[in-house]
Nanobody, 115 residues
Framework: VQLVESGGGLVQPGESLRLSCAAS????????MSWFRQAPGKERELVAA????????TYADSVKGRFTISRDNAKTAVYLQMNNLKPEDTAVYYC?????????WGQGTQVTVSS
């Protein structure tokens, strides 16, 4: 299993970023996919998750209305569109899948929101 995140960077408050996670090595369309984040000194937290077909989606309260998770099963990719970014969104963002075999993480992509 391989999960490779991209799209992070340094932005100002109010700006947007789109994160991507390229997945391989497992039956992508069979599993729920998630985005987590971890800020310095804090525990890793769930940001958003999307079910196999996209019909199930959930968000952390802190990002509702600003972030949108989506997936493309044909491309085996999951995305996180982040709008109206705030300094408190600064963190390393991780793609995650929990299969029958194990719980897998990408290497993470840094998102920094600062003026």
């Amino acid at each position: 299993v391989q999960l490779v995140e991209s799209g992070g960077g340094l932005v100002q408050p109010g700006e947007s970023l789109r994160l991507s996670c390229a997945a391989s090595g497992f039956s992508f369309s069979s599993y729920l996919m998630s985005w987590f984040r971890q800020a310095p000194g804090k525990e890793r937290e769930l940001v958003a998750a999307i079910g196999r077909t996209g019909s199930f989606i959930t968000y952390a309260d802190s990002v509702k209305g600003r972030f949108t998770i989506s997936r493309d099963n044909a491309k085996t990719a999951v995305y996180l569109q982040m709008n109206n970014l705030k300094p408190e969104d600064t963190a390393v963002y991780y793609c995650n899948v929990q299969t029958r075999a194990d719980n897998y993480w990408g290497q993470g992509t840094q998102v920094t929101v600062s003026s």
